[in-house]
C-alpha cells in the first residue's frame, strides 16, 4: 500500500480542490493509504473528514502569484521555511513514500518531498505560459518550469492549455477532472425555484466561480442589460463568494446604473449546484484564466447549454454548435448573442445538450481518470 500525502494549496473547494476531493473519494484504498495536507481547516478538510480521509495542517503562503503581486513572492519563501521542515519531519515520521501537490501555487510539499528524498508528483490546473498566465514567478517562466520538472517525477496537467508550458518535456501526463456523472436533468423542485425568487417561465442564466476580474462575472452581468430588451424577465444568478471586494463594487455600481438590480441575483457559494444546474437556461463561463472549465463539464453532464469564452482551455471542452457555444471574450455582446442562438433554435439547444453529455460520459468519466491518476503515482516509485 502506497502511503501518499496530498499536498493542498487552499482548503476552499474551488474546481482544483473538488478535483482533489474526488480523487481522494475514488482513489482504490487496497493500494492507497492518502493523507491531505491543507494550509488552514475549511471546506476542503472537513468534506475529507467526512469520507474518512485523516488530514493535516501544515501552514502554507502561496509561492506563485498573479502578476500584480509579484512582490509578496520574497516574503512568501522566507515564511515557507517552518512549513518546509515541519512537513519533512511529518514525511519520516508517518513513512510517507510519495508526495502529490495539487497546484502550482504552493511549493512546500515539493520542497519537502525533495529534503526527506521520496518521490513528489505534481497536479498543474493552471495556465502558466501565454499571454495571460494565472501565475507568474518573479524569476521568470523558464526558470519556473526548470525548477518544476526538477522537483517532480512526474506532472500532470488538466488540459492541454495547462501542460503547453512544459513543452515536450518527458514525464508530463494530462488527465482532465473526472466528473460524478448526475442523471439528465430534469425539473428543479419548486421549493428551490421559489426560494431564489424564480418564476416557471423566466430565462434564467447562471455564472459560477468566486467573483474576481479573471472569472468575467460584469461581462455576464452587461450580457443580461443586453438581453432584457428582448427579455424583460431574463435573471442572472451569480453564483460565488466574493474575493475581489473592490471589482464587487464596481458590478454593484453598474447593475444600480442600469437598472438590472430585479434582473441579477449573488446567491454566494452553494454546495447543490447540481441542484442548480436544472434551472438554467444556459450556463455562462466568461473567464479568461480557466484551464478547463469543471463547471463547464458539469453542466453538460447536466444537460445544460455551456456559452463559454474561447480562451484558456475551454475551447478543449466547448465545440461551438455541438458541445456548447463560444464567444470571443471580453465581449458581452458575444454572450448575449450566443444566449439568443440557443432562444431561437431549439433544434442547436437539444444538438448541444445531447453533444455535451455524450462529449463528458466519454471522457471525463470519475472512475475511469481516478484510474489513470493512480497509474502516474504508482509510476513515481518505480526507479
Not at 509578496?72 to 515557507?80: G, T, V
Not at 501565454?130 to 501565475?135: F, T
Not at 448541444?352 to 463528458?360: C, L, Q, S, W, Y
Request: hydrophobic share 45%; with cysteine.
Amino acid at each position: 500500500m502506497i502511503r501518499a500525502l496530498f499536498v493542498s494549496h487552499s482548503s476552499e473547494l474551488n474546481g482544483a480542490e473538488r478535483m482533489l476531493l474526488d480523487t481522494l473519494r475514488r482513489l482504490d484504498k487496497g493500494r492507497f493509504a492518502p493523507i491531505l495536507a491543507v494550509p488552514c481547516p475549511g471546506h476542503l478538510s472537513k468534506d475529507a473528514s467526512a469520507i474518512g480521509i485523516e488530514s493535516t495542517i501544515f501552514p502554507m503562503k502561496w509561492t506563485l502569484t498573479e502578476k500584480s503581486r509579484v512582490w509578496k513572492q520574497l516574503i512568501s519563501w522566507a515564511a515557507n521555511v517552518p512549513g518546509v521542515f515541519r512537513m519533512t519531519r511529518f514525511i519520516g515520521e508517518r513513512d510517507i513514500e510519495l508526495v502529490v501537490t495539487n497546484s502550482a501555487a504552493c511549493w512546500t510539499g515539493a520542497y519537502a518531498a525533495r529534503r526527506a528524498g521520496v518521490p513528489h508528483a505534481w497536479f498543474v490546473h493552471e495556465i502558466l505560459d501565454g499571454e495571460r498566465p494565472l501565475l507568474v514567478s518573479a524569476l521568470g517562466r523558464k526558470s519556473l518550469i526548470r525548477r518544476m520538472l526538477s522537483l517532480s517525477k512526474r506532472i500532470v496537467a488538466s488540459s492541454r492549455a495547462s501542460a503547453r508550458a512544459f513543452g515536450d518535456s518527458a514525464g508530463v501526463s494530462i488527465i482532465g477532472n473526472g466528473i460524478e456523472l448526475p442523471p439528465p436533468s430534469g425539473p428543479s423542485p419548486d421549493p428551490l425555484r421559489e426560494s431564489l425568487g424564480l418564476g416557471r417561465e423566466e430565462l434564467v442564466l447562471g455564472i459560477i466561480g468566486k467573483i474576481y476580474p479573471g472569472k468575467g462575472q460584469k461581462e455576464a452581468v452587461r450580457a443580461t442589460g443586453l438581453l432584457r430588451a428582448i427579455r424583460p424577465d431574463v435573471r442572472l444568478l451569480v453564483i460565488g463568494d466574493v474575493e475581489d471586494k473592490s471589482y464587487f463594487a464596481e458590478i454593484r455600481e453598474e447593475i444600480k446604473a442600469a437598472g438590472l438590480d430585479r434582473n441579477v441575483a449573488f446567491i454566494g457559494r452553494r454546495t447543490d449546484v447540481f441542484a442548480l444546474l436544472p434551472l438554467l437556461k444556459a450556463l455562462i463561463i466568461a473567464s479568461s484564466v480557466d484551464s478547463l472549465g469543471r463547471a463547464g463539464l458539469e453542466a453538460m453532464a447536466a444537460g445544460i447549454p455551456v456559452i463559454a469564452a474561447a480562451r484558456g482551455g475551454l475551447p478543449e471542452i466547448i465545440a461551438d454548435g455541438r458541445t456548447g457555444l463560444l464567444f470571443d471574450p471580453p465581449d458581452p455582446e458575444g454572450i448575449a448573442a450566443a444566449v439568443r442562438r440557443i432562444l431561437d433554435n431549439p433544434a442547436l439547444e437539444r444538438a448541444i445538450i445531447e453533444g455535451g453529455r455524450r462529449f463528458v460520459e466519454a471522457n471525463f468519466n470519475l472512475d475511469v481518470q481516478v484510474r489513470k491518476i493512480e497509474r502516474v503515482l504508482e509510476e513515481c516509485l518505480e526507479p
